[in-house]
């Protein structure tokens, strides 16, 4: 481990870094746990901010493409409307949707985007690999 660019990343890229980390450990819980409970509930409702968080950062996040929004936007893309999405269907009781896009959240968007951040040039590449 080479931790020395994590600390100094600004501020903002840490706080993403640190809220995408809980929001992994959150949802393995959460997915493992009874679902409908009120633990359930307030989990979600945690996650959800969390996730809020980790994609509002990341609008500011833009040190990959010169300043401009990159690909890895796609996954702010893809939360800004399944987040909303989730919520909505389980208000109007459709669980399997629910379900499914909270599973397309955190696979599809918590999971990738995590494994992308290890690509060569980015910074969790330096801090686990060096260079
Ligand atoms: C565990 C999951 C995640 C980790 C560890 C992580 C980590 C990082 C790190 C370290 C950066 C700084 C850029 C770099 O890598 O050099 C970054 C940028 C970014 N992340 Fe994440 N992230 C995660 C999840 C997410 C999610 C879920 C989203 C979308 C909602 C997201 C969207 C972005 C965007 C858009 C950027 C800016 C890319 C750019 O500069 O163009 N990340 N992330």
Not at 33 to 50: F, L
Not at 66 to 77: K, N, P, R
């Amino acid at each position: 481990m080479f931790p020395e660019p994590l600390f100094q990343a600004p501020l903002l890229t840490q706080i993403h870094i640190v809220c995408a980390i809980l929001a992994i450990v959150l949802g393995a819980v959460q997915f493992l746990k009874r679902k409908g409970t009120s633990w359930h509930k307030r989990i979600g409702w945690a996650w959800v901010a969390i996730m809020v968080v980790v994609a509002g950062t990341s609008l500011f996040m833009r040190d990959l493409n010169e300043g401009q929004l990159s690909i890895t936007h796609a996954f702010t893309i893809l939360t800004v409307f399944a987040l909303p999405g989730a919520i909505y269907a389980i208000r109007k009781g459709a669980i399997l949707q629910h379900r499914a896009l909270m599973m397309m959240l955190y696979i599809g968007g918590l999971t990738i985007a995590a494994v992308f951040t290890l690509m060569p040039g980015r910074l969790l590449h330096k801090v686990l690999f060096g260079g």
